[in-house]
């Protein structure tokens, strides 16, 4: 694949560097010199010293003819303008922006970003599943972030606890896929098992749907 | 009618229009992240400046965006403009949103998107063609 990466922070080094060793080709465009000469020393002419958010750039750096931009700024404001000047501008097909804000996360998918990384939010989830031990979802974004794959562990005293499948109450538009057992086998739902206390759940369901999916199966609001 | 105008940025062009929207009678809200620039300003009843910044959807909030009918973007900056602009429309709803974008690619993109954008540059160079003509 050809992929562009905007910004050679530490992200986006770390993400080059792992890109190129997966065999892509990748460009790599960072508007500080000094912060560029660094990987450009790593990396050699790959790295385009110059405002990833340019048109001018992204046209010379190939943005008509990548697969993926992934724009890995700290600035929100940058990694959503290079996003979308590369969607609009040049057709990428897949976009993806690192997100610092939380609350910039659904605006940026409204606004055409394919995928957005939320670092806080990913720092967020780990912690809390580290601390809490509690019942935890995962959320892998598929459809552009129209719907996703979650995890969710059913706690001692769910309601879900002793029921099959079958007779489970969900949310419309949410499917439940398999159960993974705590021994780690993995029941299809079609298999039609019962639910012991922390089963983890997979189930499939539209982002706004994922409250009401969590209280169902833990019998708790989410935190 | 007085409005309620949200303007993010105190440079040259956000203090000229705040100043200019109090003397028709409106109520203007101005954001920026450097309390200096408030200098450009003089107080007025009914102006209200807010140091934070703009691509923030908290300090948006507190600085009453919910109950703005306008929304202008007049940082010296596009994407900073950009955000914040289409913050205003997408998540808080205004129907009036302008946005000061300088590249005149950009500008033509997020017209295409919908967007209403002012070019200051292209705007003084076409004042001084047209000044220019015989």
């Known amino acids: 694949m050809y992929v562009i990466v905007v ?11 792992a890109l190129l060793s997966a065999s892509h080709e990748v460009t790599l465009i960072e508007r500080d010199a000094h912060i560029s000469a660094a990987a450009a020393e790593e990396f050699g002419s790959i790295v385009i010293t110059s405002d990833g958010t340019e048109p001018s ?15 890995t700024s700290g600035r929100d404001a940058t990694n959503l303008t290079a996003c979308q000047v590369a969607k609009y501008s040049f057709n990428t097909p897949r976009t993806v ?10 605006l940026f998918r409204e606004l055409g970003v394919d995928v957005t990384i939320s670092t806080t939010e990913l ?8 601390l809490t031990g509690g019942p ?3 959320v892998l974004p598929m459809q552009g972030g129209s719907k996703g794959i979650v995890v969710i562990r059913a706690p001692y005293g769910s309601p879900v606890v002793g029921q099959t499948v079958s007779r489970l109450k969900l949310p419309e538009g949410t499917l439940l896929v398999a159960v993974i057992q705590k021994n780690g086998d993995l029941q299809p739902a079609l298999a039609d098992p019962e639910i012991a206390p922390d ?12 409250d009401e999916l969590w209280r169902a199966l833990t019998g708790e609001a989410k935190r | 009618m007085p409005r309620r105008v949200m303007i993010v940025g105190c440079g040259r062009l956000g203090a000229s229009m705040a100043a200019a929207l109090i003397e028709r009678g409106d109520h203007v809200a101005i954001l920026d992240t450097d309390a200096e620039n408030f200098r450009r300003l003089r107080a007025h009843p009914r102006l209200k400046m807010y140091v934070g ?16 009918e306008a929304f202008i973007a007049a940082t010296g900056q596009d994407t900073t403009n950009a955000l914040a602009a289409q913050s205003a429309r997408a998540t808080f709803g205004i129907a009036h949103v302008v946005c000061r974008i300088n590249d005149p690619v950009r500008s033509e993109m997020y017209e295409s998107l919908g967007l209403t954008t002012v070019n200051a540059n292209r705007l003084v160079l076409d004042l001084a063609l047209k000044a220019m003509e015989p």
């Open chain 1, 97 to 106: 922006a690192v997100v610092t804000d939380p609350d910039h996360v659904p």
């Open chain 1, 7 to 17: 910004g050679a922070g530490k992200i986006g080094f770390y993400l080059t560097r």
């Open chain 1, 199 to 210: 089963d983890e759940i997979v189930a499939i369901t539209p982002p706004e749907k994922e």
């Open chain 1, 123 to 130: 720092i967020l989830s780990h912690l809390e599943e580290e």
């Open chain 2, 53 to 68: 910044d703009g691509v923030s959807h908290e300090t948006l909030r507190s600085a009453g965006i919910e109950s703005a």
């Open chain 1, 57 to 71: 750039v992204l046209e010379e750096a190939g943005a008509n003819r990548c697969d993926i931009l992934i724009s």
């Open chain 1, 136 to 138: 935890f979802v995962h």
